[in-house]
């Protein structure tokens, strides 16, 4: 069984500050490994898709669920849906099976009744200046809440994971010098170019 608190010290190295939306996706990403019966993935073994969208509260939900699950970026198999949800479907790609695991909407209200948000956050005061008094209560309240009062997870369903081709082509664009993956690659005149200095 994966246990959230395990992670909790590192995912706040990771992440950079304290805020309740980080554990909470520790939180959330634990149940779904923990229903799928996966560990963390240090390849591709694992796929998260996020609903998460853009340029709204409680994004750093993203970095919890990369923490723990080991669905990087760089490995490229964590991506958005961009619904402007907080959303969690974690497939296992070695089985087909898939989990959606999603925090409750009233878990979610009493966080943004609290002192960190209406005091804090929503005055525009940057999570690294939030007193450790108002915040540590608030992620211990995430990080100790049973599952049940915390979120709801589905049961385990079909999930085909089509994987995108991976390439290893590469360029040098023959006007900055930048080393471009071919596929992003442009012909300016008779030269191979990369997009920047395509559209220049």
């Given at each position: 069984?994966?246990?959230?608190?395990e992670?909790?010290?590192?995912?706040q190295?990771f992440?950079g500050?304290?805020?309740?939306?980080?554990?909470?996706?520790?939180?959330?990403?634990?149940?779904?490994?923990?229903?799928?019966?996966?560990?963390r993935?240090?390849?591709?073994?694992?796929?998260?898709?996020?609903?998460?969208?853009?340029?709204?509260?409680?994004?750093?939900?993203?970095?919890?669920?990369?923490?723990?699950?080991?669905?990087?970026?760089?490995?490229?198999?964590?991506?958005?849906?961009?619904?402007?949800?907080?959303?969690?479907?974690?497939?296992?790609?070695?089985t087909?099976?898939?989990?959606?695991?999603?925090?409750?909407?009233?878990?979610?209200?009493?966080?943004?009744?609290?002192?960190?948000?209406?005091?804090?956050?929503?005055?525009?005061?940057?999570?690294?200046?939030?007193?450790?008094?108002?915040?540590?209560?608030?992620?211990?309240?995430?990080?100790?809440?049973?599952?049940?009062?915390?979120?709801?997870?589905?049961?385990?369903?079909?999930?085909?994971?089509v994987?995108?081709?991976?390439?290893?082509?590469?360029?040098?664009?023959?006007?900055?010098g930048e080393?471009?993956?071919?596929e992003?690659?442009?012909?300016?005149?008779?030269?191979?170019?990369?997009?920047?200095?395509?559209?220049?």
């Open positions: 069984m994966v246990n959230p608190n992670w909790l010290e590192f995912g190295k992440h500050h304290k805020c309740p939306a980080m554990p909470n996706g520790l939180r959330v990403a634990a149940a779904a490994m923990n229903k799928l019966g996966v560990e993935t240090g390849d591709s073994a694992l796929h998260a898709i996020l609903d998460l969208g853009e340029n709204h509260c409680a994004t750093c939900f993203a970095d919890g669920v990369q923490v723990i699950t080991g669905c990087t970026l760089g490995k490229g198999n964590i991506s958005k849906s961009h619904k402007g949800k907080w959303a969690l479907t974690l497939i296992d790609k070695k087909n099976r898939a989990v959606r695991v999603t925090p409750k909407a009233e878990a979610m209200l009493a966080n943004k009744k609290t002192e960190f948000f209406t005091e804090y956050r929503e005055k525009g005061v940057p999570p690294t200046q939030v007193p450790d008094a108002v915040v540590e209560p608030l992620v211990q309240m995430v990080m100790q809440a049973p599952d049940e009062k915390m979120m709801i997870v589905s049961e385990v369903f079909e999930y085909i994971w994987e995108p081709a991976h390439t290893f082509n590469s360029f040098v664009c023959e006007e900055c080393m471009t993956v071919m992003y690659g442009r012909v300016k005149g008779d030269k191979k170019v990369c997009m920047d200095c395509a559209a220049k």
